[in-house]
C-alpha cells in the first residue's frame, strides 16, 4: 500500500531544468541553472526552484560548476549553447 502510494505521488511530481539570464563579469558570462519541482494533487499543488549549478562561459571555454553535493550531468552543459 505504502509503495502504490509514493509510486502514485512521484507520477504526480515534474521535474524540469531552466536555464536563467546570463549573468556578465568581465569577459565570463555565469548561467545558472535551476531545477523547477512542480508537484500536483488532487488538492494540492506547489513549485520550488531548486539552484543546481552554474555554467561559466569564458571566451572559447565553457565549465561547470555544481552547487550542491551531488555529481553533475556533463549534459547539463548542453543546455547553454554558445
Not at 500536483?40 to 562561459?57: G, R, S
Request: cysteine-free.
Amino acid at each position: 500500500m505504502v509503495s502504490e502510494n509514493l509510486k502514485s505521488f512521484q507520477e504526480e511530481v515534474e521535474k524540469n531544468i531552466m536555464v536563467f539570464k546570463p549573468v556578465k563579469v568581465g569577459e565570463k558570462e555565469i548561467y545558472p541553472l535551476v531545477e523547477v519541482v512542480e508537484i500536483n494533487l488532487t488538492n494540492f499543488h506547489a513549485q520550488y526552484l531548486e539552484p543546481i549549478a552554474l555554467v561559466v562561459v569564458d571566451d572559447d571555454d565553457k565549465y561547470l560548476v555544481p552547487l550542491d553535493e551531488k555529481e553533475p550531468s556533463p549534459e547539463l552543459l548542453d543546455l547553454v549553447s554558445r
